[in-house]
């Protein structure tokens, strides 16, 4: 069985910094690309980041860019997102998403965390 | 970018009946588009990809059609367990650039 379990969300001030951290299992992870996927209160979804099994190709969202650096560690099948000079807009529950084609970074999200919450707030 | 639009955003059906919703892009996706379903509190599911296959485990009572910029998901016949909000999800941006959302429709019973 898939579980995609996600870590290191709070509340943090302002222009502080924040790592997450998705621990994978259930398949073979170095196979797969993986996703960040995040959801304000309240509102829609939003894509944050994208990265290749081999960490080979990475994307960012326009709103992300610069501040947020997206990784993994194959041989401890997880994945992280390094969150720095956070804004009140960043907060959000964070999903964690594996990607539904193996090899390649397609963008469909065959399974999600639960989710961590990040509020930046003073 | 590739922006997404949804309509209706919500709308109110009863048991039983045919629910359509539309989803239209910026710009030409070929079929690139999945549907997702999210319930109050829970995680989102990938109900269709490639704008028309049936996710695994997924009730035949939900499909999609459509390509290039106009898409459509239907529920053919509404069940209670369907209250949700649905998402279209284009992914033809690539290299990882943008997969982008569409604004969602909420689903609730009449």
């Known amino acids: 069985e898939v579980q995609l379990v996600e870590s290191g969300g709070g509340l943090v001030q302002p222009g502080r910094s924040l790592r997450l951290s998705c621990a994978a299992s259930?398949?073979?992870?170095?196979?797969?690309?993986m996703h960040w996927v995040r959801q304000a209160p309240g509102k829609g979804l939003e894509w944050v980041s994208g990265i290749s099994w081999n960490s080979g190709s990475i994307g960012y969202a326009d709103s992300v860019k610069g501040r947020f650096t997206i990784s993994r560690d194959n041989a401890k099948n997880s994945l992280y997102l390094q969150m720095n000079s956070l804004r009140a807009e960043d907060t959000a529950l964070y999903y964690c998403a594996k990607d539904k084609v193996r090899d390649y970074v397609v963008g469909s999200f065959d399974y999600w965390g639960q989710g961590t919450l990040v509020t930046v707030s003073s | 970018d590739i922006q997404m639009t949804q309509s209706p955003s919500s709308l109110s059906a009863s048991v039983g009946d045919r629910v359509t919703i539309t989803c239209q892009a910026s710009?030409?996706?070929?079929?690139?588009l999945n549907w997702y379903q999210q319930k109050p509190g829970k995680a989102p599911k990938l109900l269709i990809y490639?704008?028309?296959n049936l996710e695994t485990g997924v009730p035949s009572r939900f499909s999609g059609s459509g390509s290039g910029t106009d898409f459509t998901f239907t529920i053919s016949s509404l069940q209670p367990e369907d209250i949700a909000t649905y998402y279209c999800q284009q992914y033809d941006n690539l290299p990882p650039g943008g997969f982008t959302f569409g604004p969602g429709t909420k689903v609730d019973i009449k």
């Open positions: 710009q030409d996706i070929s079929n690139y």
């Open positions: 490639d704008a028309s």
């Open positions: 259930g398949f073979t992870f170095d196979d797969y690309a």
